[in-house]
């Protein structure tokens, strides 16, 4: 309750801010901010959308999301853990925290955004938390993300453990989680991220393995998927880490499903949670934004930091298509455990589902542009 009411507080005195003194003039003569300390974040915002992102939903996109949780799961409340939270350490200390095996795959992000922490004065913290706020928006049915700007750099690594894995039992994760500070609705609701996300080290001889059948718009399709009945391996791989992968229903499309998003679809503390999203962008939307305000500022004194939100553009729109059973699939395949109703929705027709694995919809993952 302290947490919301000190978000609330920043909200609201960045709104009175706004209202009452004049914009500065960013020393780069062009752009104005309702605060200095968010100057700095134009230009970094032009490079990155110009030379990683591209203006498209990427793997780089997903990448930067995927570092603002391994950064920011780094803190305890116990004292469990001396992590500082969402504080740059991935990348500041990479060579030990990328190493980490719950942190596998994550060193391609960290040495993508490397390059723009030594052009511009940001911290690694800021930057991390920027460049995904920043990249989603070119996902059709993103959020509008919180970003504010001040966290100091860490002083020292993460330890190893903080990170969940995919293997881990429900309990651990829920206990992981608690012990950071989130709920198991927060929990659920960080989970949208896996609505654009892809696993290049868990499938061996695979890259960029998708986790729904749209991983380039943030719809709900994801929530829907993972309730369906598994079928088989992509591939008919095991996973090069034991348990972290169980059957999917797409796989000879290529979608694989991670152990610990089945279990969370199934069990009964987070399993309605997980339902209520299905097919309710708005609700999911939602959703994702607070859990992320949480997330990005974990571990941080909110009373130093600066709203500079402004600096994040309007995400593109959500697709018009509602969540659809994929083709193939149907009500009966559901493995529903949540008692709520579930939506009426339709089943695609046709063919099987196709998988892209380009932001453009191409099916060949060589096309994709670099």
């Not at 391609?108 to 690694?124: M, W």
């Not at 229903?249 to 949670?273: H, I, K, V, Y």
């Not at 553009?313 to 559901?334: C, M, N």
């Amino acid at each position: 309750m302290v947490f919301k009411l000190s978000l609330v507080t920043v909200a609201f005195a960045a709104l009175v801010g706004a209202a009452n003194y004049k914009r500065v003039t960013c020393p780069d003569g062009v752009n104005t901010a309702t605060n200095e300390a968010c100057c700095a974040f134009f230009a970094l915002r032009d490079d990155l959308q110009t030379n990683l992102f591209e203006g498209e939903c990427s793997e780089d996109v997903h990448e930067s999301l995927r570092l603002t949780f391994h950064d920011g799961i780094g803190f305890s409340q116990s004292g469990a853990f001396n992590g500082t939270g969402a504080d740059g350490s991935i990348m500041l200390f990479a060579d030990i925290e990328t190493n980490f095996a719950a942190n596998d795959g994550t060193a391609s992000g960290v040495d993508a955004l490397a390059p723009f922490l030594t052009r511009h004065l940001v911290s690694a913290g800021d930057l991390i938390q920027f460049a995904a706020a920043l990249g989603i928006t070119n996902c059709p049915g993103a959020p509008r993300l919180q970003f504010l700007v001040g966290r100091p750099n860490a002083t020292f690594p993460a330890p190893d453990g903080t990170v969940p894995q995919p293997q881990d039992s429900v309990d651990s994760i829920l206990a992981r989680f608690g012990d950071a500070g989130f709920s198991p609705a927060e929990l659920i609701h960080l989970l949208v991220s896996h609505t654009i996300a892809r696993s290049d080290t868990l499938v061996p001889g695979h890259e960029a393995v998708p986790f729904d059948s749209t991983p380039f718009t943030f719809d709900s399709q994801f929530f829907l998927e993972t309730m369906l009945q598994g079928t088989a391996l992509p591939f008919g791989l095991n996973s090069s880490v034991p348990g972290a992968e169980v059957l999917s229903p797409l796989a000879s499309q290529g979608e694989m499903r991670l152990q610990s998003d089945f279990a969370l679809a199934r069990d009964n503390r987070t399993a309605c949670e997980w339902q209520s999203m299905v097919d309710n962008q708005k609700l999911m939307m939602e959703n994702f934004r607070s859990a992320m305000i949480k997330l990005s500022n974990t571990g941080q004194n909110l009373d130093e930091l600066v709203d500079c939100s402004e600096l994040i553009p309007e995400p593109q729109p959500p697709v018009a298509k509602p969540a659809t059973f994929p083709a193939g699939t149907s009500s009966s395949d559901l493995q529903q455990v949540c008692p709520s109703a579930f939506p009426a929705l339709s089943a695609d027709t046709g063919s099987a589902t196709q998988i892209p694995e380009c932001p453009d919809g191409d099916l060949n993952l060589a096309d994709c542009p670099s």
